[in-house]
């Protein structure tokens, strides 16, 4: 058993009333279709555009996503955290501390959760390589070193959009009237979901990216903020994309450091998912989220409130 006391930014968003969780889970996907709506909007113009001027292959546009139009899928996510935020601050009558926006200390706390994210990546390969199902190779083209910087600026807006809505609109909203245990795992199931129509996608990707939220969820209660939370999403995406060569979520990879060759099972390697869907990330993740609870210290950011004991 573990105890779970409100943070400094559960607490803001609990100054405005809440809804029932499952009015709170309809609202979020009240938002979160229109964020996809807007999303929509410049990457269909601009898959349009690169069909009608020739810059796309029509019989591969589908299949094989360009990595052109995969970058302005990536920068088009802004929106999704313009919406959100705006939601929060106009309808909600919320503040930016209760997204987990807080000033102290907030580029030490994104450092750190990208490392974070990448270690926990590459202890997921290493547990591939462990088990022979993954064979690492220097990509024999070179580099095209400004699409790969274009991919991690991407990445980064990419991954603080999800955690803008996930962990920073709609996981205070559901604490407001209901226990943070509840709040965690509503966040985390519904972010799972998200990715339930994406290429390759398996019951165990989909139990892997649940348990990647419930790791995020937790990280934003001990530290007390979103800034590490969005980095680690961020740089994990990034990583296995842009570093190892992987399909992140089914979703391609673009320019990539080092060529993934995977030689397993697919119950290692998830398949057209990729890593995300296998094994290996299951006990990354499993090992990352034990070591949370139970051997890092809380960050004390916090102001007051009574415990509430959940099993987590």
């Known amino acids: ?18 809804l029932h969780w499952a009015l709170e889970c309809v609202m ?28 796309t292959d029509p019989e591969q546009f589908i ?16 929106l999704i955290t313009v919406i959100t935020v705006m939601f929060c601050l106009l309808l909600q009558k919320r503040r930016l501390p209760s997204l987990g926006f807080r000033g102290r200390h907030a580029l030490r706390e994104y450092l750190l959760g990208g490392l974070i994210g990448a270690a926990l990546f590459a202890a997921a390969v290493g547990i591939c390589a462990c088990f022979g ?3 690492l190779e220097v990509s ?17 807006i990419q991954g603080m959009s999800e955690e803008v809505l996930c962990r920073g609109y709609f996981m205070p909203s559901v604490a407001r009237r209901n226990p943070v245990w509840l709040a965690v795992l509503l966040n985390s199931l519904l972010f799972s979901l998200l990715h339930i129509f994406n290429s390759g996608v398996t019951a165990l990707a989909l139990l892997n990216i649940f348990l990647f939220g ?8 001990r ?26 979520s089914g979703t391609g990879t673009g320019p990539s450091l080092l060529h993934a060759t995977f030689t397993g099972s697919e119950l290692w390697t998830g398949g057209a998912f990729g890593l995300e869907g296998g094994l290996a990330v299951t006990l990354a993740l499993a090992a990352g989220l034990a070591v949370l609870l139970f051997l890092v210290p809380d960050s004390g950011k916090r102001t007051g409130g009574t415990p509430e004991r959940a099993a987590v």
Not at 63 to 78: A, Q
Not at 228 to 247: L, R, T
Request: charged fraction near 5%; glycine fraction near 10%; include cysteine.
């Open 1 to 18: 058993m573990l105890s779970l006391r409100k943070t400094a930014m559960l607490q803001e968003a609990g100054t405005k009333p809440g």
């Open 28 to 55: 979020f996907v009240a938002v979160w279709l229109a964020c996809q709506i807007a999303v929509s909007v410049p990457v269909a113009a601009a898959g349009v555009f690169g069909l009608l001027t020739g810059q």
């Open 63 to 78: 299949s094989n996503t360009p990595d052109w139009l995969m970058l302005v899928s990536l920068y088009s996510t802004i």
């Open 133 to 135: 199902a993954i064979r």
């Open 140 to 156: 024999p083209s070179a580099l095209p070193m400004g699409a790969w910087l274009l991919f991690f600026f991407g990445f980064l």
């Open 214 to 221: 419930v790791l995020l969820s937790v990280y934003v209660l």
């Open 223 to 248: 530290r007390g903020d979103l800034w590490g939370a969005c980095a680690m999403h961020s740089i994990w995406n990034f990583v296995q994309g842009n570093v190892f060569g992987v399909s992140v």
